[in-house]
């Protein structure tokens, strides 16, 4: 395909390739510029939201996801200090290492003509943007995100629990491996000497819960980490991350990611206007920001442990969901 009549796509991550792989589908083809040579480790729960199915069936790899045997879960538990708050999930969700499926979705875009330049570039017009999470936060007491894999026994649940001023998910994913991800402010993790293990023991049900595994990958760290929507300039299309950064408890930032980069990709293609993308965009994310950004209002005020007897699991998970 001539380089003219392909699409710009600055970031190879999990929306960059939903968009080159939406662009193919659109006859237009596209070149992904990412620094990045290959997939890797990424601080991610490793948590995706059962509807991510559909969104793979429509970019053509959910065969490519599947024939990685992904964990299923089947059920949620929230634990806020010794409450725990059970629910079913609507349908099964899925567990799948970052590592394997970057490395599923780069391939995908690859074998379907996509072309990956190892550069970073700064955007153009008309670009598609799926550069990621911005860090930022100079000032205040920043939050860090951190994850590890650990063997041993693996659930079928995902399993978060909330603590003061720090939560961590646990949750199975490919192999029987058991993912553990969280998220905590710079003064507690300097209290602890940045010992993501002494943070593990800050919360009893974790303690029991991780006692009996083991680790098989040093801890990765990211941060800090800022939420909500980024201003990004008028004339490109913004699409995962890079649009906006859902709270991670949600377990809902890859699916927005996957669907805000094919909706990119069709509409660069196409020759749709940035604008109007965007306010489709906006109608799928708005409800789930502001769900997500009161609840973590909520439960940065202590009124975690008090609210979840009142609010059913399968409700809170429906309403961070895109529309
Ligand atoms: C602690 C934590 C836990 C999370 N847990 C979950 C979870 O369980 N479930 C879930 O669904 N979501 C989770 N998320 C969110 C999820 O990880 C993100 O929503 C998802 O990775 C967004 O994908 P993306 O493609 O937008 O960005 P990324 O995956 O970050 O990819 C961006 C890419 O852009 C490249 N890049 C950056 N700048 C440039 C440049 N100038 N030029 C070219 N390339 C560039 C980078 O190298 C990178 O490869 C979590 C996030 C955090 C921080």
């Not at 153009?124 to 930022?136: D, I, M, N």
């Not at 603590?163 to 199975?172: A, C």
Request: with cysteine; proline share 7%; glycine share 12%.
């Amino acid at each position: 395909m001539a380089d003219s009549n392909r699409i710009t796509i600055l970031g190879g991550g999990l929306a960059g390739c939903a968009a080159g792989l939406a662009a193919t589908a659109s006859q237009r083809g596209a070149t992904i510029y990412d620094p990045a040579r290959a997939a890797r480790h990424r601080v991610c729960g490793e948590f995706l939201s059962p509807e991510v199915r559909d969104s793979l069936d429509l970019l053509g790899v959910w065969a490519q996801a599947d024939a990685c045997r992904p964990a299923l879960m089947y059920s949620m538990r929230v634990h806020f200090g010794r409450r725990v708050c059970a629910d079913r999930l609507p349908e099964p969700a899925i567990g799948l290492s970052r590592l394997r499926f970057d490395q599923l979705l780069r391939e995908a875009a690859g074998n379907q003509g996509t072309n990956f330049v190892p550069e970073r570039r700064a955007s153009s017009p008309g670009c598609v943007l799926a550069t990621g999470r911005q860090s930022g936060a100079a000032s205040g007491d920043r939050i860090f995100g951190f994850k590890t894999h650990f063997s041993g026994p693996a659930g079928d649940a995902v399993e978060l629990y909330f603590g003061d001023q720090f939560y961590v998910g646990v949750n199975p994913v490919e192999d029987g491996i058991t993912n553990v991800c969280g998220l905590a402010p710079e003064s507690l993790l300097r209290r602890l000497d940045f010992s993501y293990e002494a943070l593990l023991e800050l919360s009893p049900a974790l303690r029991e819960r991780t006692q009996p595994l083991r680790r098989t990958m040093n801890w990765l760290t990211t941060g800090p980490l800022v939420y909500g929507r980024r201003t990004q300039p008028p004339d490109v299309f913004a699409a995962g991350d890079a649009f906006s950064f859902i709270d991670p408890f949600t377990g809902a930032g890859m699916l927005n990611a996957l669907e805000t980069g094919r909706m990119a990709g069709t509409a660069a293609a196409t020759g749709q206007s940035p604008d109007v993308y965007r306010q489709a965009v906006l109608r799928r994310l708005s409800r789930p920001l502001f769900v997500a950004s009161v609840f973590r209002g909520a439960v940065a005020a202590g009124l975690g442990s008090l609210l979840a007897p009142w609010i059913p699991g399968r409700w809170l998970f429906a309403l961070t969901r895109p529309g």
